[in-house]
């Protein structure tokens, strides 16, 4: 059992080895609570849960299917995918609100969870604008441009960004250029190896 007094992170990871240590790496802080599966992710979410991370290739459910299941029971939890899947073109569709591309260390994954919890209050349309801008951000730091000037999908993102921006009536520039700023550089002490 969690300390309800700390934000709850939901790790759903089925390498036991990374799921450990991604909770070491936040259990000072968070609450942790592992899953190893998605059925186990599923049976163990509840309203408690801030964050999710979620691994995507999983065996038995993918990580897009808990996604998805998740996103059908809860709107307002925070799901940051983490795993080792190279992104295509396919996450547009994916209502992620970052991706994360395995190995990761520990100052990066505490961060993400910290700009997570800070978007919690935030109102729902800057939440669809920072999740599409760091869906952009992962897009263009993993394809090509020429893919991407070719996509639809990546289009869509452009073409919604801009109508949020003018719904939302502030200055997102900033926004974007800190959602799009690459992690921090690896240190091989705290990474995590993917599977």
Known sequence: ???SSKPH????????????????????TYGVTIAYDGDDALEVYDESVDVVLL????PRMSGDDVLQQLRARDADVRVVVVTAVTPELDIVDLPFDAYVVKP????????????????????????????????????????NRAELDGSTQY??????????????????????????KQPPSVDTDDAVVEE
């Open 55 to 58: 691994d995507r290739r999983m």
């Open 104 to 143: 990761v260390e520990r100052d990066e994954l505490r961060a993400i969870v910290e700009v997570m919890l800070d978007r919690t209050d935030y109102e729902d349309d800057l939440q669809e604008f920072l999740a599409l801008a760091s869906t952009r951000a992962t897009l263009e730091l993993e394809r």
């Open 155 to 180: 289009q869509y993102i452009k073409n919604r960004m801009a109508s949020l921006r003018e719904d939302l009536g502030v200055e997102t520039e900033r926004l974007e250029t800190l959602v799009s």
């Open 1 to 3: 059992m969690t300390d």
């Open 9 to 28: 992170v939901l790790v759903v990871e089925d390498n036991e080895t990374v799921a450990e240590t991604y909770a070491t790496f936040l259990g000072d």
